[in-house]
Structure formats: C-alpha cells, structure tokens
C-alpha cells in the first residue's frame, strides 16, 4: 500500500467539495433526470475517494469497475429497466457504497491521526472523515431498511431517494434528533445508538488532534 502522505498538498480539498455538494444538492435531485444526476454524483464520490487514498492503478481500477457496477445497477432501478427488483440486486450498491466509505474513513484517519504537523489539509481530512461517517451509516440505515420496512417509525427509502435517510443519519451523528423518525427494530436501536457514540468521540478526538498539533508548533516556534 502507497503512502497517503503528500506534504504541501490539499489532496482532500476536492473529496470536501464533492462530499459538501451531494449532501447539498441531495432535496433537488430527485424523479427523472435529477435521480441520474444523483447516482452520477455519488459515482463521482466514490471515485474521488478511492483516488485520494494513493492505491495501486490495479487497485483502483478494480475498485472503480466495481463502483461503476453498483452504479449500473442503480441506475437500472432508477429509470424502471428491472420492473421486478430483487431484494438482493437492490441491496448490492448501498452495501458497495457502505464499503467504500467504511474503507476510506479508515485509510483517511490512520493518515491524519498519524500526521506530527497539523495543517489545512488534516482539517479538510478531518472533516471529510466527519461527513463520510453520515453517509456511511445513512447506507447502513438503507440496508437495514431494505431488509425490514418497519425498522424505523417512518419509511426512509422513497423510490430512489436517500434524502430521508442522509437526514435522519446527520441528525443522529449530530445527537441533535428532531424526533420525526425513530428506530423501531433492535438492530435499528444499535445501529443509532452507534452513531451517536462514534459522532461524539470522533469530534473529541479531532479537537484534541487538532490543539495538540498546534500547541507543538508554537511550542516549536
């Protein structure tokens, strides 16, 4: 495995961009043309993220056909080419998307938390890791949602929109809960309760990564 250290460089500048943007553009993307532009956005995701953690071209070539292959799929159900879709062909690209996500978090916070300078982009990584941690657990909610439409009070896949369960993950990694949506299954109360705790301690750690860093170069200074 390649190292991700650039020294100098913003290599998560764009990955904060791309991530910002699908969260953002997410309310408008939605029935026809906006449900392509979705699932070519999350594509571009994906690519991005596999392109900032410096794998091998075998590596990431493989790991973009496999991402091109969930997106396929997506797309198929999106514009109605399988009129009866399986459980398990509709459950393929949120478990890739969750695998992505759950593999570029750690390849990302291994490359920050062991960084000895804080700069701007172990900030931008920072967060970037914050925003993929929602988005990871939002595919988790999906999954789980799949598998049993009553894990959760209201239904958070509408067609092919992911609005419902981006929102209801920010706003349990965020502990903010509005209360709109509530778990219902066991696996749902773990998953949810799981969020939380990793929300708070991730935003803990970071600061203290962060403060620490810039006491060391005043210090050095």
Same mark, same amino acid.
């Given at each position: 495995?390649? +190292?991700?250290?650039?020294?100098? +460089?913003?290599?998560?500048?764009?990955?904060? @961009?791309?991530?910002?943007? =699908? *969260?953002?553009?997410s309310p408008f993307l939605t029935g026809g043309l906006g449900s392509i532009l979705s699932a070519l956005l999350l594509l571009? =995701?994906?690519?991005?993220?596999?392109?900032?953690?410096?794998?091998?071209?075998?590596?990431?070539?493989?790991?973009?056909?496999?991402?091109?292959?969930? *997106?396929?799929?997506?797309?198929?159900?999106?514009?109605?080419?399988? @009129?009866?879709?399986?459980?398990?062909?509709?459950? *393929?690209?949120?478990?890739?998307?969750?695998?992505? *996500?759950?593999?570029? %978090?750690?390849?990302?916070? #291994?490359?920050?938390?062991? =960084?000895?300078?804080?700069?701007?982009?172990?900030?931008?990584?920072?967060?970037?890791?914050?925003?993929?941690?929602?988005y990871l657990w939002a595919f988790l909610y999906g999954i789980v949602t799949t598998l049993n439409g009553n894990a959760f +009070?209201?239904?958070?896949?509408?067609?092919? !929109? $992911?609005?419902?369960?981006?929102?209801? +993950?920010?706003?349990?990694? =965020?502990?903010?809960? $509005?209360?709109? %949506?509530?778990?219902? !299954?066991? %696996?749902?109360?773990?998953?949810?309760?799981?969020?939380?705790?990793?929300?708070?301690? $991730?935003?803990?750690?970071?600061?203290?990564?962060?403060?620490?860093? $810039?006491? !060391? #170069? !005043?210090?050095?200074?």
């Open positions: 495995m390649k +190292s991700l250290d650039k020294p100098h +460089s913003l290599k998560y500048r764009q990955l904060l @961009a791309v991530l910002v943007i =699908t *969260f953002v553009a571009y =995701t994906m690519i991005v993220i596999v392109m900032s953690l410096q794998l091998p071209k075998l590596w990431v070539g493989g790991y973009v056909a496999i991402a091109t292959t969930a *997106f396929t799929i997506q797309l198929s159900a999106t514009m109605g080419w399988r @009129a009866n879709t399986s459980q398990a062909l509709s459950l *393929f690209p949120q478990v890739i998307f969750a695998l992505y *996500f759950g593999a570029a %978090i750690y390849w990302i916070a #291994r490359d920050i938390f062991t =960084t000895r300078t804080v700069t701007a982009d172990t900030v931008l990584g920072g967060i970037s890791i914050y925003l993929m941690i929602g +009070s209201q239904t958070l896949l509408i067609g092919d !929109s $992911y609005l419902r369960v981006f929102h209801f +993950s920010f706003t349990t990694l =965020t502990t903010l809960g $509005y209360g709109d %949506i509530v778990p219902i !299954s066991n %696996i749902a109360l773990v998953l949810t309760n799981l969020e939380a705790i990793t929300g708070q301690m $991730y935003s803990t750690v970071l600061i203290a990564i962060l403060v620490g860093g $810039y006491l !060391s #170069r !005043s210090n050095e200074g």
